[in-house]
């Protein structure tokens, strides 16, 4: 089984920049193929999609209306998904999580059954 826990969140002025950090544990998980992303939700919406990327693969994948701002990286030694998120603005203000599945079509469908308690992102005016 597979624990994350998600870490970064913070307060930010409109302009800067946050990295969120995704740690994953679990003495019988394996990272090999398995897709890991992040997710975005504030109270009342719909959870949506900010980035994915493959373990033991180079694919990557960000949402189109956040490429050119926001980076998903990984750090296989310390079991830990990154994303870098460069000029902030107010409406990226919401809760972040970081979930897995077998593929990123899987994972982009947002479909996962157990989801953490995310990390704070605000970003002030």
């Known amino acids: 089984q597979v624990h994350l826990v998600e870490s970064g969140g913070g307060l930010v002025q409109a302009g800067g920049s946050l990295r969120l950090s995704c740690a994953a544990s679990g003495r019988t998980f394996s990272f090999s193929g398995v897709a890991m992303g992040w997710f975005r939700q504030a109270p009342g919406k719909e959870r949506e999609f900010v980035a994915a990327?493959?373990?033991?693969?180079?694919?990557?994948y960000v949402a189109d209306s956040l490429k050119g701002r926001f980076t998903i990286s990984r750090d296989n030694a310390k079991n830990t998904v990154y994303l870098q998120m460069n000029s902030l603005k107010p409406e990226d203000t919401t809760v972040y999580y970081c979930?897995?599945?077998?593929?990123?079509?899987?994972?982009?469908?947002?479909?996962?059954?157990?989801w953490g308690k995310g990390t704070l992102v605000t970003v002030s005016s």
């Open positions: 990327i493959i373990w033991g693969g180079s694919g990557t």
């Open positions: 979930n897995t599945d077998s593929s990123i079509s899987r994972l982009i469908k947002g479909g996962m059954d157990d």
